[in-house]
């Protein structure tokens, strides 16, 4: 019998599932998809949308409220602000995709990629020029 259980326990309890979840939101706001399993992947689907929906707010409490799902990963936040808020401002929900994928040959898990139904455009890096050298050594100054 079921007794109204919230949410989809995946064999953990509360403090390895938060956990497993913000590694989960991490990975994908840093690498853009992630391969997992599908019952992880449609567990994880609507925090990440809640997640963009706040981001699209792009308040101070909304910076907090990101700040405390994410532990305070400087990364993940620069990244959500940065490259993510023009998505999250575009759109209302459906931020995300799961795409099935072959079974896991080992336990027959079936495996799921999970991706941003728009892919943000990332600032281009800037690279470091490398520096060339204009002293004058004292031989051609005398010259």
Known sequence: M?????????????????????????????????????????????????????????????????????????????KLFTDYLPLAQSRRSGFTRIVLMPKRKGDNATMARIEWVTVPKAEPRKTKKAKVNTKKTKKEDKK
């Open 2 to 78: 079921r007794k109204k259980v919230y949410g989809r326990k995946l064999g953990r309890n509360r403090a390895a599932r938060t956990a497993l979840f913000r590694s989960l939101i991490r990975a994908m706001v840093l690498e853009g998809s992630i391969n997992t399993t599908l019952a992880k992947a449609k567990a994880v689907s609507p925090d990440l949308d809640k997640l963009m929906v706040i981001v699209g707010q792009n308040t101070v409490s909304a910076r907090r409220r990101i700040s405390q799902i994410v532990a305070n990963d400087r990364m993940v936040m620069k």
